[in-house]
């Protein structure tokens, strides 16, 4: 049998040998870090681009790099190589060795909560140490009532005395208790914050195992690209007017967001309006071939054997090599550069930022300035008081394709106030961009139905039902303005419902879609008002859906 020393070292060899073999699992593949360049996000993905400098030696040589992303694309592999060194794999794993990659603010929870644990321990022991004390009193209590050598008083000064120290006891106890139920919920609260922030796409980073060939011992630059889809940005603008008599000022911003596992820190920036997730291929009509329905049963089962089929024939290779470049089932991507620049001469626009930015993998929108446009405008005010009893200010802009903007958020300040919050949206507008830059309460437009031109008649089979109506606007600013005002008459698709004694109010009128429109000018402290009505015949007996109101 063996003794306790003897035991104890064979335990301690054990423990030994388990090490190596775990330092030689971790530290084998001779890990080199990559440090992340160049970063290129898209609508939806980003591309990265990583160098590091590793010395190789004669032959073949794995190296495992860290700090790389964990969803990437595997179809977008690109690995470059210097000084003749040529590259025979390169395969991706996960990274479960390292940190896991968390957002500043859950790094500060779980410091807190470390900090909070220990103080609920300290009030765990200390209620531990009271029982302790609580259970020592009733111990000699006992034996203070069975010691029959004590004479009354005696034995009633030592009873009071137990029963003082036991009240200071219980009371301890009773706030040690209080305070840590409190402990326990603040701790419940900020594990359900921490498990927020975690669930925001927090992940351990990954490494890329690159296989190696030179000739000769030598060092070599290495360059690695790759597509991530866990990453993206969304335009937001701050559009700002001091004066109507001054250009628009436009602040195209963007809000990134990525969850790649590894922080971009001091990267060179590029936004891309692309997305590679779309496809390359454009599409394209198949003859459409007319045949009797069959059951659908077969169809599916012929659906089946069809996606198949289309998985078996689209199977790739693992990747190809040109020259000492090693692609992946994809293409090399372009490396972009230049100041707050944006090129549109391709397909898409991308905006080069000149400032390094650092964004963690939080999953947090973090903002980026792209640039800043002055435009010139022409403004006009704009109301539709059948819909709203407010006044809109518009900014017209023209030439606007040259601003690349995209479809985003506005935060609206107008004479250095915040006046709201808009949507601008390029994708149907033609050659005036047209957007609103809030309400002015200064231009007072009011819509009221003329009574006396309200009017039913029944006449044969028909009723003819009368409306008319007046809008009056008034301009309470201290300079001309120019307001337009739009309206609306009925149009009817039924030949048995006829509009008659059409007044437009001297408008501009479209009788196919019945909109009126006003272009008015008004002095300061100018009111203007414009009649309108219609008659509407229709059949004894019938409702019309949509009458004047």
Not at 6 to 27: D, R, Y
Not at 103 to 125: H, M
Not at 181 to 186: A, F, M, N
């Amino acid at each position: 049998m063996l003794n306790h020393k003897t035991s104890f070292f064979m335990k301690l060899k054990i423990v030994l040998v388990i090490s190596v073999l775990f330092c030689n699992l971790v530290f084998a593949d001779n890990p080199q870090k990559l440090k992340i360049d160049e970063v290129t996000v898209f609508l939806k993905g980003a591309q990265l681009l990583s160098t590091t400098t590793i010395n190789l030696s004669k032959g073949e040589n794995e190296v495992v790099f860290t700090n790389v992303a964990v969803d990437v694309n595997n179809q977008s592999l690109s690995v470059n190589a210097t000084n003749g060194v040529l590259i025979e794999s390169a395969t991706f794993r996960n990274d479960y060795l390292t940190a896991e990659s968390i957002s500043p603010r859950a790094k500060v929870l779980k410091d807190s909560i470390e900090i909070v644990t220990g103080e609920k321990q300290r009030l765990v022991n200390k209620i531990a140490m009271l029982d302790e004390q609580v259970e020592i009193i009733k111990a000699n209590r006992k034996v203070g009532g069975n010691n029959t050598g004590l004479n009354t008083l005696e034995l009633q000064k030592m009873l009071d005395l137990v029963d003082a120290k036991m009240e200071g006891i219980l009371n301890q106890k009773n706030k040690n208790e209080s305070a840590k139920k409190k402990v326990d919920e603040l701790l419940d609260r900020m594990g359900k914050q921490l498990n927020e922030e975690q669930n925001k796409g927090q992940h351990h980073g990954g490494e890329l195992v690159v296989r190696f060939f030179t000739n000769e011992a030598t060092s070599s630059n290495i360059t690695v690209s790759y597509i991530v889809s866990s990453a993206s940005w969304t335009p937001i603008y701050d559009i700002r007017v001091n004066d109507i008599n001054q250009p628009v000022k436009i602040y195209y911003k963007a809000n990134i967001e990525q969850r790649t596992g590894v922080q971009w820190d001091n990267v060179k920036l590029s936004l891309s309006t692309g997305n590679p997730g779309e496809g390359v291929e454009s599409p394209e009509l198949n003859p459409l071939y007319l045949s009797f329905a069959v059951p659908r049963t077969y169809m599916k089962a012929k659906k089946a054997m069809a996606n198949a089929a289309f998985d078996a024939s689209n199977s790739v290779a693992n990747g190809r090599e040109e020259g000492n470049l090693l692609i992946l089932d994809g293409v090399q991507g372009q490396k972009i550069e230049g100041a707050i620049t944006a090129d549109n001469s391709g397909i898409n626009t991308i905006f080069d930022i000149d400032l390094p930015y650092t964004v963690p993998s939080d999953g947090q929108k973090h903002l980026v300035s792209i640039k800043k446009y002055d435009v010139p405008a022409n403004y006009r005010y704009f109301a539709v008081p059948k819909l709203d009893h407010d006044v809109f200010l518009q900014a017209q802009i023209t030439n606007w394709q040259d601003l690349n903007l995209l479809p985003g958020k506005t935060n609206v300040f107008y004479e250095g106030t915040y006046v709201g919050q808009g949507d601008l949206d390029v994708r149907n507008v033609k050659d005036t961009f047209t957007f609103s830059l809030g309400r002015d309460k200064k231009i007072v437009v009011k819509r009221e139905r003329d009574l006396k031109y309200r009017d039913v008649k029944f006449i044969g089979s028909n009723v003819n039902e009368s409306f008319g109506y007046s809008i009056t606007v008034h301009n309470t600013r201290k300079d001309k303005i120019n307001l337009v005002v739009e309206d609306q008459q009925p149009v009817s698709n039924d030949k048995d419902i006829e509009v008659t004694d059409i007044e437009t109010g001297g408008s501009t009128y479209d009788n196919k879609t019945g909109m009126m429109i006003w272009n008015v000018q008004l002095n300061p402290n100018e009111t203007q008002t414009y009649h309108f009505g219609m008659t509407v015949r229709y059949p004894k007996g019938k409702t019309v859906d949509n009458m004047p109101k």
